[in-house]
């Protein structure tokens, strides 16, 4: 494996994000990715926040509560076990459409797995991240642990794919998807390769 | 429940063809959950506590409609199972441990199934020991061979035997208006085995495996948003039909034992007891007609359980499930179908089982889980992401909320009574 810190994205969830006078403004609550780059790239942070009367340059007639809005990752200044920190003052920010983006915690975690064949084998349990100075980049697919096995089929498949990419188990028991093996990430399902 | 415009639409002649062709997932997930623990439960209350127990299926009734509208619109606006769908809203910590207690809850259900299956035996006088091993690998087989389908239809038909209990009723005479005032006066008695058996008769009426197994049928037939009207139809009538029977029961025990004069009160222990609540309509032979009844709703419920629960669990874990495939493509699928067949089989055949009383508990668990299962519903028929428009109302949302309210009440009034008993 390359080198850096291996982070899950659900230790990230719900993690503080603070704005540039370090004031509690709400919650990590996703993470956009860019498939289309290797390694795959998290390009955007989606944070829900605890209340805003600005949604980019628009002014709101009055304050809403619990929205969630998408900024470019460039707006994290740092992060670290406690917080993201941001750069701009809230409600500055600048928000992203999320139209086309894929992100980690609505369109992959937790979604079915299928080979190119159409079979089941299993759902995604986490997400594994790598994190390389202030980026993060996507690792690949995180699935079962000790107390949840996998399917003969799908250890076989596995086991072809850390052959051809390398890439082997992480913690926990767990085993893991490298981001190279996906074929493609539908609203249904998350097609793997498995004709290697 | 439906707009002017709809209840208009629904008596046109393509209208009645698209129904009967919708018709289905309400009314047979209805008729399977009068099974072997259901008829124990409502025989028992009948018997022990008259009829001050009916006034529970009237609300039970109630909250079936509620429950099973949700899991109607859930099924036909998302097109996923409800295992599927709990596993994208909620975490996986969340889904193991509501798949965990669905299996333990599950377990104990086909373990009561099998417990109906020795009880029939017995009445036709057939050692369990010898005939239930043979009966449990009839069932396994009958559904990995895929025949299952062809005989579904067969088993429900046989299932209306329990009509037998409706003119048992009246043939019993019993006294009407008390009937009456009993179906719609709460009557609450603070001591354990009386709230025990409430929450048994809820439990047993809204089994959890059964919103999983309808959710599935529903996706499965391939209906969508314009088939909401027609699916919420063919479940009312399974709710009426259902409840009903329940009802009917308890009428019939409680004539036969509590408010004759010559038995009184008491806890029915065995097969020939619930029989004997058939005398007036089948006199002699009113054994073998309960028999035939149990043996096929038991063999019914007994080969649909472990079969919906593992396509349930399967679901949850994203694991390839279904009788088309082989052993090597869906082997989960096919270890918890078989264990929960053996291992139900294994159980009853301890000697000395008291088969009535684990009939019993394993409903009891039904209506402890079902209020954590309904949470889960509630959050997820609310979730515009997932439903759009079709979320719940504000109104439905007060009812729904209030009813899980009381399940929780009674669910904690069990608990208390339990430890702390008057």
Same mark, same amino acid.
């Given at each position: 494996m390359v080198g850096g810190e291996f982070i899950n994205l659900l230790s990230l969830v719900k993690r503080e994000v603070c704005d540039s006078r370090s004031r509690l403004i709400g919650h990590l609550q996703d993470l956009a990715v860019e498939l289309r780059e290797s390694p795959p790239r998290i390009t955007d942070i989606a944070v829900h926040l605890g209340w805003t009367d600005k949604v980019g340059d628009i002014h709101l007639p009055r304050p809403v509560e619990g929205i969630t809005l998408l900024l470019p990752w460039s707006e994290v200044e740092t992060w670290d076990p406690e917080a993201f920190h941001l750069r701009?003052?809230?409600?500055d920010f600048p928000v992203r459409s999320s139209e086309g983006k894929v992100l980690l =915690? =609505?369109?992959?975690?937790?979604k079915q797995i299928l080979d190119e064949e159409g079979n089941r084998l299993h759902r995604v349990d986490d997400v594994l991240l790598r994190r390389e100075g202030l980026l993060l980049f996507l690792e690949g697919l995180q699935v079962g642990a000790e107390w949840l096995p996998l399917g003969k089929r799908f250890n076989e498949i596995l086991a072809r794919l850390r052959k051809r990419y390398g890439r082997g188990r992480a913690e926990n028991g767990a085993q893991l998807v490298p981001y190279q093996a996906i074929v493609r990430i539908d609203e249904e399902a998350i097609v793997i390769r498995s004709r290697l | 429940m439906w707009t002017d415009g709809e209840r208009k639409r629904l008596f046109s002649r393509r209208e009645l063809m698209m129904f009967l062709a919708v018709l289905g997932p309400g009314i047979i997930v209805n008729m399977v959950d009068t099974d072997a623990g259901g008829i124990a439960t409502y025989s028992v209350s009948g018997a022990r506590y008259g009829y001050n127990l009916l006034w529970v299926l009237t609300i039970t009734g109630f909250f079936l409609i509620i429950i099973q509208e949700m899991v109607v619109r859930l099924g036909v606006v998302s097109g996923k199972g409800l295992a599927a769908l709990i596993r994208e809203r909620f975490s996986l910590r969340i889904t193991a441990l509501i798949m965990l207690a669905l299996l333990f809850t599950n377990f104990a259900n086909t373990v009561s199934n099998f417990a109906g299956l020795a009880a029939s035996l017995e009445l036709f006088h057939l050692p369990p020991i010898i005939f239930l091993p043979p009966l449990a690998a009839f069932i396994w087989w009958l559904v990995v061979r895929g025949t299952y389908r062809r005989v579904e239809k067969t088993f429900l038909m046989i299932s209306l035997v329990y009509v037998a209990y409706i003119i048992s009723a009246f043939l019993a005479r019993p006294n009407w208006g008390e009937v009456g005032k009993a179906l719609v006066l709460p009557s609450l008695k603070m001591e354990t085995p009386f709230l025990v058996l409430a929450v048994t008769n809820i439990g047993t009426t809204i089994a959890p495996w059964m919103l999983f197994y309808q959710q599935s049928s529903i996706v499965d037939k391939g209906l969508d948003a314009g088939k909401l009207v027609y699916e919420r139809m063919d479940t009312a009538i399974g709710v009426i039909f259902a409840i009903g029977v329940g009802m009917f029961i308890i009428i019939c025990c409680a004539s036969a034992f509590y408010y004759n004069p010559q038995v009184g009160a008491i806890t029915i222990t065995s097969g020939e007891e619930a029989a004997a609540a058939l005398a007036p309509v089948a006199g002699r032979n009113a054994s073998y007609l309960f028999g035939f009844g149990l043996l096929s709703a038991s063999l019914f419920a007994a080969s649909i359980l472990p079969l919906t629960t593992a396509y349930t669990i399967c679901e949850a874990f994203g694991w390839e499930a279904g009788i088309d495939h082989p052993y090597e493509e869906a082997p989960h699928f096919y270890l918890i179908y078989t264990a929960l067949i053996v291992g139900s089989a294994l159980v009853v055949m301890i000697p000395r089982m008291p088969l009535i009383f684990l009939m019993v508990s394993s409903q009891t668990l039904n209506g402890v889980l079902l209020p954590v299962i309904v949470i889960c519903m509630m959050i997820l028929v609310n979730d515009r992401e997932i439903m759009g428009e079709y979320v719940n109302s504000r109104g439905f949302n007060l009812v729904a909320w209030a009813m899980i309210v009381v399940l929780l009440l009674i669910n904690a009034a069990m608990i208390f009574s339990t430890f702390f008993p008057a």
């Open positions: 701009s003052e809230h409600p =915690r =609505r369109d992959v975690l937790n | -």
